[in-house]
Every structure is written in C-alpha cells, then in structure tokens.
C-alpha cells in the first residue's frame, strides 16, 4: 500500500516540532506569564488578526496585561500594563536598548525605524475632503479630525478657545499655541486613543526577572502601547473619548508617563518628536481658525465611523469626508 504524502509530510513536521521544543527546553524551574494554548508549527499565530493590537488587547482581557505567546517556535513576551512597561524602558533600559532584526516580526508589527511624524494633511473646501499622509503626523490630525466631528460640543469648545487666543488675528505664533490649553489635551487625547504605531519592541541582553517573570536572554518584548492607552487600570472610562482629562495635569506623550507611550520612551524614544507635535498643534489650530466644519449629506457625528486600516501607522479604513466653510 503506498504511503499517504500528507500523513508523511505531517509527521515529518511533528517530528521537527517535538524534537526542537526536547532541545531547547527550560533548565530548572522558571516562572514565566501566562500563555494561551498553542498549536504546533504556528504556535499562537492563528490567534492575531490584522488589527493585531486589538487581538493582543482582547488576550490580555482573558489572560493579564503580561502575556506569553509563542510565534512558531520563538517565545515572545508581550506588555500590555503601564507598570510593566517601566520597567521595560526605564528600569531596565540598558538591558532592553536593543531592537528586533526578525523581518516576519517586522512585517507583523512594525518596522524598526523611527517614525518621528511630519505633518501633512490636504484640506480642500467647496467638495472639501480631508486625508491624511501616510505618517503618524497625518495620522494623528486624521484621527482627531475625526473625533472633533464625532463630538461637536468638542469641536465647539476647542474652536472657541483658539478664536479666543488669536483675538482675530490671521498668523498663530507659538506663544498663542502655548496659550491653547485645550489644544494640547484634544491632542494628547487623540494620541491616548488613537496610537498611531501601536507597537514598540525590545529584545533582552541577558536573563533577567521582570514584574515577578524570567526573561531569557534573546527574547523579543513587544510593547503594546495601544492597549495601554486603553487600560482601565490606568485611564479612568477608556474608551470615551475625553480631552478634560488632559487639563490641569502634567502627564505628557513624550515618555516619563508610561499610561501614555505613543512614540516610545527611554533610548529607544523616538527623537523630534516634541517639534513634530509642535507642528501638529500648529495645523490644527489653523483648522479650527479658519473653518466651520460639519459632516456631508447632514449626517450626524456619532454615525461617524472609526474602522481602522491595518498597518505599521494605523490610519482610517475609510477616507475621512468633511465639509469646511470659511470663518468670517
């Protein structure tokens, strides 16, 4: 009788399978996060959809902030807790300053580059459509854009404020923007709500413990900063969208609060990011200067949708449509 080529191939694949985890199995006892069943070859890689900081996000719903997954046969350490990120990429920076050089796990999550943001975003009127670039800046502007429209009383609030500043007057200048406190809380709440690159990944120089757990030398971290953005147990209703939270308070984007990582923090920060933003607050108070904005057809803000396209910036699905008039 001959031989079944799949059951061959089958075989041949369990083989490989059980012999690298006899090999590479854990000397002694160590104390490792919890880790959602696997299947061989894949190992947890069925359970990530394309919108992978969600599926992460929902794993850590079931199993903790502190996940151990397995891609194939590589153990990957997954963060999705304010603390542990600390120490992550404060207290044990220098043992985590290396970066991944895995080009499947950069095609999954991210690229290793920085992705300090430049502004760009087109605002035509009469047909008026708003798009975002291909950026974390243009991403940031598309998705507070979008939530200004999803909140008109947002909206209203922040062009207030910046009308008020300028007291008519056409050019902003940086002293005005320092004066647009509500400004700055509508971006920082669009960059809690919205990270734009949602992952940051480190690899570990040596065996270490970290939040009670053994690490082993060479395993990748993947720091889910959208998910922390999002975590109850540091954001109070994180899943409305509220720039008041921002106000009188000194916690910032720009890496010392580790609820709030959107561009990285420690060696591994992202450069230039305090003038990239700069420049972000500086476009959107000109939007909100010189436009009133409404949604096409007399369509209501809460039928706005916030479906995402998946990505290493993560952007809008579908292109963002607005209607500016002129401000008198």
């Given at each position: 009788m001959p031989l079944n080529p799949f059951l061959l191939l089958l075989s041949s694949?369990?083989?490989?399978?059980?012999?690298?985890?006899?090999?590479?199995?854990?000397?002694?006892?160590?104390?490792?996060?919890?880790?959602?069943?696997?299947?061989?070859?894949?190992?947890?890689?069925?359970?990530?959809?394309?919108?992978?900081?969600?599926?992460?996000?929902?794993l850590g719903r079931k199993y903790g902030p502190v996940l151990l997954l397995h891609f194939g046969n590589k153990?990957?350490?997954?963060?999705?807790?304010?603390g542990v990120a600390m120490e992550i990429m404060k207290t044990n920076d220098l043992m985590f300053a290396d970066k991944p050089?895995?080009?499947?796990?950069?095609?999954?999550?991210?690229d290793s580059k920085c992705h300090a943001p430049r502004p760009g975003l087109d605002v035509n009127t009469g047909?008026?459509?708003?798009?975002?670039?291909?950026?974390?800046?243009?991403?940031?502007?598309?998705?507070?854009?979008?939530?200004?429209?999803?909140?008109p009383a947002v909206l209203k609030k922040l062009q207030n404020e910046v009308r008020e500043v300028l007291e008519g007057k056409r050019d902003i200048?940086?002293?005005?923007?320092?004066?647009?406190?509500?400004?700055?809380?509508?971006?920082?709440?669009?960059?809690?709500?919205?990270?734009?690159?949602?992952?940051?990944?480190?690899?570990?120089?040596?065996?270490?413990?970290?939040?009670?757990?053994?690490i082993a030398s060479g395993t990748l971290v993947i720091i889910n900063a959208w998910a922390i953005g999002r975590d109850p147990a540091s954001w109070s209703e994180p899943e409305n969208f509220e720039p008041e939270r921002f106000l009188n308070t000194p916690v910032d984007f720009r890496g010392q609060d580790f609820g709030l990582i959107p561009f990285g923090s420690g060696r591994r920060g992202c450069?230039?990011?305090?003038?990239?933003m700069a420049s972000v607050e500086l476009v959107l108070a000109n939007l909100m200067q010189k436009f009133n904005w409404d949604l096409p057809d007399g369509r209501k803000g809460e039928e706005l949708d916030v479906m995402e396209h998946p990505g290493v910036t993560i952007h809008r699905k579908n292109p963002l449509f607005a209607i500016a008039t002129d401000h008198c």
């Open positions: 694949f369990l083989i490989v399978y059980f012999v690298t985890k006899w090999r590479y199995r854990p000397c002694g006892k160590k104390t490792l996060p919890p880790s959602p069943p696997k299947v061989p070859i894949l190992g947890n890689l069925h359970q990530l959809s394309a919108l992978t900081h969600r599926s992460l996000q929902s153990p990957v350490f997954i963060v999705q807790s304010a050089t895995s080009r499947t796990t950069d095609k999954l999550f991210f047909d008026d459509i708003v798009a975002g670039g291909t950026d974390t800046a243009s991403a940031t502007l598309e998705w507070a854009m979008t939530e200004l429209l999803r909140h200048t940086d002293s005005d923007l320092e004066k647009m406190h509500y400004l700055k809380a509508v971006i920082k709440e669009t960059l809690r709500y919205h990270v734009p690159v949602p992952f940051m990944a480190r690899v570990a120089r040596d065996n270490l413990k970290v939040s009670g757990y053994d450069p230039g990011i305090t003038f990239a």
